[in-house]
Structures are given as C-alpha cells and as structure tokens.
C-alpha cells in the first residue's frame, strides 16, 4: 500500500525557513515524480513544485522561485521541502504525493500545517 | 501560466441527482487533465485521469469527458458521500494549475 508521511510544518515568524519531509513506503520511492501541493486555510489547492525521480530535474510555481526548494534522499525514501524567506500568505497545509507519468498526482501524504505569524 | 476556470464554485443538489461540474482552461492541455474530490480535513483523492479514466476503486457514477480546453465532471446518482468539493488540474505544462474548486452541498 503507497503511505506518504508528511511532517515538518510548524508555526514560524515572517521571514524565517523551515524544512517539511515526507516519508514514502510501499512503492519504489526512487522511480517516481514527487510532488508538493498546498493549500491556504478555507482555500483551494495550489502546486507548489515537483522533482524528478534522480532529482535532476526540478520546477516551481512563480510565487516559491528562489525562496522554496524541492529535493529528495532516495536512500531514505524522503521527500523535502526547504522553505526560506517565509511569508504570511504562506501560511497552508503543505501535502505530498506521487506523480506518475500516466495517472498524474495521484497519492496524497496527510498533509502538514504551517503558519506564518509574528 | 494556464488558468483553469471552475463552474459553478457552488452547488446545492439531492440525493440521487445528476450534477455537472465545468472546468475550462485557458489553452489547450491535450489529454492532462484530473479530477480530485477533497473532504473536510482530508487530502484530495483522484478520481478521474487523462479526461476520463477511471481511477481504481472510484464508484461508475463518477464520468468525465471533454478535450483541449474544456472539461466536464458528471456524477450520476447523487450519494451522501459525493458532498464534497471538487477540483480540477491540469498537468500538461508548468506550474500545473488547479480550478477553483466546486463546492457540492446538499439541498
């Protein structure tokens, strides 16, 4: 069975970073496309970035370009994602999942909460 | 980036309707197009892929159809479980962009 573990999400003041993981089993995590998407409190879903099976390919929404970063450790089955420069309208329930070439994003992690607020 | 426009971002309906669900996009997106439903406090589950596959599991009520630049959701035979809100994503080029999301309530 695909599990995907998010974790990592916290409350942060305005300009501060934080690294959310994501914890995948029960598929070859190394073969897959691995996506982050979020979602703001009462608001719909926005994609924020996904990465390449090997990690050599990564892309970004415009608004995370240079302030987030995407990557993964294959050997462990994880998925991150760096968050620097934080802003309020940040602030969202970050979910991962795995993107196949055919499905699409398909399996979604729980999701992990970060607010940002001084 | 491609918009995707959701209509209508409400709708109230019964047990045992037929609903439609539109999503238009502001290019053309060839076949990279999904359906997601999302309960409260829930992730999204896929539902519908590449238009109108069926995801494993997901009941036959659920169909979709369209091409290029317009989409459309159809639950067959409402079930009080379908009351949730719906999403589409285009996965053709990036960003992908997701709809607005249709909120499906009961009436």
């Known amino acids: 069975e695909v599990q995907l573990v998010d974790s990592g999400g916290a409350l942060v003041q305005p300009g501060g970073s934080l690294r959310l993981s994501c914890v995948a089993s029960?598929?070859?995590?190394?073969?897959?496309?691995m996506t982050w998407v979020r979602q703001a409190p009462g608001k719909g879903l926005e994609w924020v970035a996904n990465?390449?099976?090997?990690?050599?390919?990564?892309f970004y929404v415009d608004s995370v370009k240079g302030r987030f970063t995407i990557s993964r450790d294959n050997a462990k089955n994880s998925l991150f994602l760096e968050m620097n420069n934080l802003r309020a309208d940040d602030t969202a329930v970050y979910y991962c999942?795995?993107?196949?070439?055919?499905?699409?994003?398909?399996?979604w992690g729980q999701g992990t909460l970060v607010t940002v607020s001084s | 980036a491609i918009q995707m426009t959701q209509s209508p971002s409400s709708l109230s309906a019964s047990v045992g309707d037929r609903v439609t669900i539109t999503c238009r996009a502001s290019?053309?997106?060839?076949?990279?197009l999904n359906w997601y439903q999302q309960k409260p406090g829930k992730a999204p589950k896929l539902l519908i892929y590449?238009?109108?596959s069926l995801q494993r599991g997901v009941p036959s009520r659920f169909s979709a159809s369209g091409s290029e630049t317009e989409f459309i959701l159809t639950i067959h035979g409402l079930q009080p479980e379908d009351f949730a809100t719906y999403y589409c994503?285009?996965?053709?080029?990036?960003?992908?962009?997701f709809g607005q999301g249709t909120k499906l309530e009961i009436k």
């Open positions: 999942a795995r993107d196949t070439a055919v499905v699409g994003v398909e399996s």
């Open positions: 029960g598929f070859p995590f190394s073969s897959y496309w």
């Open positions: 990465i390449k099976p090997d990690g050599s390919e990564k």
């Open positions: 290019q053309g997106i060839g076949s990279d």
């Open positions: 590449e238009i109108s």
């Open positions: 994503l285009q996965g053709y080029t990036y960003p992908y962009t």
